[in-house]
């Protein structure tokens, strides 16, 4: 590699304009110690792919392609064309129930089976599809190892009642696995984030999920109550956390998710959603609705600060450290040894 290219690299930019170091983006050393994990990864909010649109992804070191027809499916696809390649990010139309490509204009409907070409009959290209979900207004992709075909859902998500009500992400040079890995960490919570927290039980695994039980009092960053988490998180596979926080002196349940989407080797997309749940204030008289509607909308864009806040205090450890496949463990750490037994499974 010429000196060139070296500073290209180095110099790359993510998203929000901070460089990414080339030195650091391989886990502190110049390997991959982890690859990418199975499981379901969010690549999108709903809103960001509304009917007709179509918008690119990175998603382990590929780009994906997110499109929903005019009738509301959606879709994720390989980014190229089986024609002659063309990017179908890069100028491809939703037309109808059909993806165009903005190449030779090549129709492929909702299966990724090519229907229609202005110039005869259609080849009979096939467009890799990826598996996809939506569920709580969020999108997710499947990757697996040996079969693209999911053998678990990611259903331990908030569902359809609720929406994001604040979201807040960054970029990581990172994995998900050591991401995820800090629900486990109690050790570090008063020390990296001044929050005091007590394990409740053991985490126990149910096939791809491991339900993490603890009880944290949290300070949100206004002075709008202090809360306790007591029902801790859910992990499904290594791409989501999920839990729900109960703000006793307002009254309201706000959902929140922490997903984790490898873009490529040792690059994170972290997200961070808090969800309202619209169906659990529908049947409350108007006046009460809307108090309790805004009342929730503070309280997520207040808890998502917090959340963002900690995650940024996480970051600075994250992005310098390496993966110690051997960690040397105190007796009071079984928790991630139990985490890094349940997490095999998403390796081939
Ligand atoms: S490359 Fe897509 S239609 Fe030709
Ligand atoms: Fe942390």
Redesign the pocket.
């Known amino acids: 590699m010429n000196r060139q290219s070296l500073a290209r690299l180095r110099n790359r930019v993510r998203p929000g304009g901070v460089p990414v170091r080339a030195d650091l983006a391989m886990g502190g050393g110049n390997r991959v110690p982890l690859p990418y994990p199975s499981g379901w990864f969010c690549l999108a909010l709903s809103r960001e792919v509304p009917a007709g649109a179509v918008v690119t992804r990175r998603f382990m070191g590929r780009d994906v392609v997110l499109y929903r027809t005019r009738g509301g499916v959606l879709r994720a696809v390989d980014a190229y064309c089986p024609h002659l390649g063309a990017h179908l990010g890069a100028g491809g139309k939703v037309d109808g129930e059909h993806l165009v490509c903005p190449f030779h204009y090549f129709a492929f409907d909702t299966e990724g089976s090519c229907v229609k070409t202005p110039g005869g009959a259609p080849p009979r290209a096939t467009l890799a599809q990826y598996a996809v979900r939506e569920r709580g207004k969020v999108i997710y992709v499947w990757h697996g190892h040996e079969a693209a075909e999911p053998d678990w859902e990611p259903s331990e998500t908030p569902d359809d009642r609720f929406a994001p009500a604040a979201t807040w992400s960054t970029l990581l040079a990172s994995h998900p696995q050591e991401v995820m890995e800090?629900f486990v960490?109690y050790q570090?919570?008063p020390i990296?984030?001044n929050v005091a927290l007590r394990e409740v039980v053991p985490p126990v695994a149910e096939g791809p999920l491991l339900r993490i039980s603890f009880s944290a009092a949290i300070r949100l960053s206004v002075r709008l109550a202090t809360i306790t988490v007591d029902q801790g998180v859910t992990l499904s596979g290594p791409g989501l956390a999920s839990g729900e926080v109960t703000l006793r002196q307002v009254g309201t349940t706000l959902g929140v998710l922490l997903t984790a989407t490898p873009v490529g080797p040792w690059q994170t997309h972290l997200r961070v959603v808090v969800m309202t749940d619209a169906a659990l204030r529908a049947d409350s008289p108007r006046l009460r609705k809307a108090a309790s509607r805004s009342v929730s909308a503070v309280a997520g864009q207040a808890l998502v600060r917090t959340i963002a806040h900690?995650?940024g205090?996480?970051a600075r450890?994250w992005n310098r450290k390496r993966y110690e496949p051997h960690p040397q463990l105190t007796p009071g750490e079984s928790a991630i040894d139990h985490y890094r037994r349940w997490m095999r499974q998403f390796y081939p």
């Open positions: 800090s960490d570090h919570q990296v984030h900690q995650m205090q996480d450890i």
